[in-house]
């Protein structure tokens, strides 16, 4: 198939995963990662950039993403003083080591090996958003101390197995420490920039064969797949706070845990070969 054509199919293809992951995002309030690392890797799969380092392309370029989205909540929801900056300053260093253990993990793992884990780790958020209960408590606020050490790598290091940012396990883990859920998703935009900063770093160094991939990729970051989800989430994240605040978006939360679970699913029979 030529290279030309080969690219249009792959920048038509992006632009519809760059609307939908900016429209989730602003409906739902789920990071994009979510979406985009199983939207990157059919997209490539389909393009024929298929290999053992497939799934390190779409970790990798996912967090790229993240890194310009993460920033812009950031400082979105600095203005209206949501952001917690004593949490993140506190679990900053635990989930930076985290993320940087992450990335030499994820860099010696085959893809079948990081489809099985975003499979297993992507039914846990699943079951989570589709079940959990904003009631449900661990603590009446963050953990300090030895539990600190111990979780705050853990964050790090589970979202860049799965190529995402500081929401899908940030905001849960403050919410059942008692951290209204406007501060905790404001403060998980931090974790998202502190996660994404030196894994993506990591992953330029990771060298790609050059059968597997597809134009303009540094690295494991695709260049082009990053421009034009970046440009997309800001066109269409607005117009999914609009549609939040228009109607309930509970009931639709509860429909995008199961398509997520779905998904995850089916990342886990591919990886076991089924």
Known sequence: M???????????????????AGVLAGLLGVGGGIVLVPA??????????GGPQLMQMCLAT???TIIVTSVRSVLSHNKKGAVDWQILRGWGPGIAVGAIVGVMVASALRTEALQALFG??????????????SEWRLGDGMPGGLRRVLISPMVG??????????????????????T????????????????????????????????????????AVNLIAFGVVVAMTMITAPWGVKLAHA???KPLKRVFAVFLTLVALNMLRQALGW
Do not use: W
């Open 62 to 64: 996912s967090l790229a």
């Open 247 to 249: 109607m309930d978006p």
């Open 180 to 219: 209204p859920i406007h501060r905790a998703v404001a403060t998980a935009a931090g974790f998202g920039v502190i996660i994404a900063v030196p894994s993506v770093i990591g992953f330029l160094f990771l060298p790609i064969a050059p059968d597997y991939r597809p134009p303009f990729t540094i690295g």
């Open 157 to 178: 290091f589970l979202s860049v197995l799965m190529g995402i940012g500081g929401g899908s396990f940030g905001v849960p883990l403050m919410s059942l420490y008692n």
């Open 2 to 20: 030529p290279e030309t054509f080969l690219l249009v199919q792959m920048l038509g293809l992006l632009l519809v995963i760059g609307a939908l």
């Open 120 to 133: 297993i780790l992507g039914i846990c958020i699943g079951a989570y958003l589709g079940l959990g209960k």
């Open 40 to 49: 990157f890797f059919y997209t490539f799969q389909t393009l024929g950039y």
